[in-house]
């Protein structure tokens, strides 16, 4: 099971942005991952942040779920200074057991483009994997992201509740005519996040070898955050929500 759950942060793709896309003073990080497994296998997280401004901006970051360390002590909590004109780039280490958990990062600008990347590791500590993952920078009560079940792909869905109240998420897999295929739900704590397999979320699982549409809708319209990460095989890609 833990190696399932790793598949669904284990992310492996390339983002590529002109300069300004996805600027903010308010980013959510949907999914987060940093530890090591039993096995010796381990993931570490990056966090860089561009300033596209000429002064220096102040950042907060804040872990939900798990602390990190920077190489500067352990702690949820972070406060960054981007230089004017600079970045700052700050990697997780990998001493505990893998946690997993969503951040925000609130600046005193929006003239800041962030980026987490993930990078998994052999029981050498050899990289075997690497991505990069996008912020949500705005909030929206419903998405829907693709489920591309050819080649035997899974989907991973994170959700990420950064309110203070528990809440539903309808989960309604589409065909390509709007047909409902599948329809389940999903309740994410306060200020938590979940990720799990679309099988797992909806059963029976969704037929391998089509291409669905997952909807995803808070029951009560409050605002929240979410990624597709699909699987194939040992391969992974970032799925964006939309």
Not at 113 to 140: H, M, N, R, W
Not at 196 to 218: D, N, R, W
């Amino acid at each position: 099971m833990k190696k399932v759950q790793a598949a669904c942060i284990a992310i492996a793709g390339i983002l590529t942005a002109l300069p300004g896309l996805a600027q903010s003073d308010f980013m959510v990080f949907p999914q987060v991952a940093a530890g090591y497994f039993g096995d010796g296998t381990a993931y570490r997280s990056t966090l860089t942040l561009t300033n596209w401004s000429t002064d220096n901006v102040y950042c907060a970051a804040d872990f939900y779920g798990m602390d990190v360390d920077f190489g500067t002590g352990r702690s949820s909590v972070f406060d960054i200074t981007v230089p004017s004109s600079g970045f700052v780039s700050v990697r997780t280490s990998a001493d505990v057991p893998v946690q997993t958990g969503y951040l925000t990062v609130a600046c005193d600008s929006d003239q800041v483009y962030g980026q987490l990347s993930y990078a998994s590791y052999d029981i050498y500590d050899y990289k075997t994997g690497e991505a990069t993952v996008f912020p949500t920078t705005a909030q929206y009560s419903e998405y829907r992201i693709l489920a591309d079940r050819r080649e035997a792909a899974q989907l991973g869905v994170a959700i990420a509740n950064d309110t203070d109240h528990a809440t539903v998420y309808d989960l309604t897999l589409l065909d390509v005519d709007g047909t409902v295929i599948n329809s389940g739900q999903i309740t994410v704590p306060a200020r938590s996040a979940t990720a799990a397999f679309l099988s797992q979320l909806l059963l029976p699982a969704e037929p391998a070898g089509s291409v669905y549409m997952l909807e995803i809708a808070s029951r009560d319209f409050s605002v929240f955050s979410a990624i597709g990460l699909q699987y194939t095989g040992q391969v992974f890609t970032t799925v964006p929500a939309n």
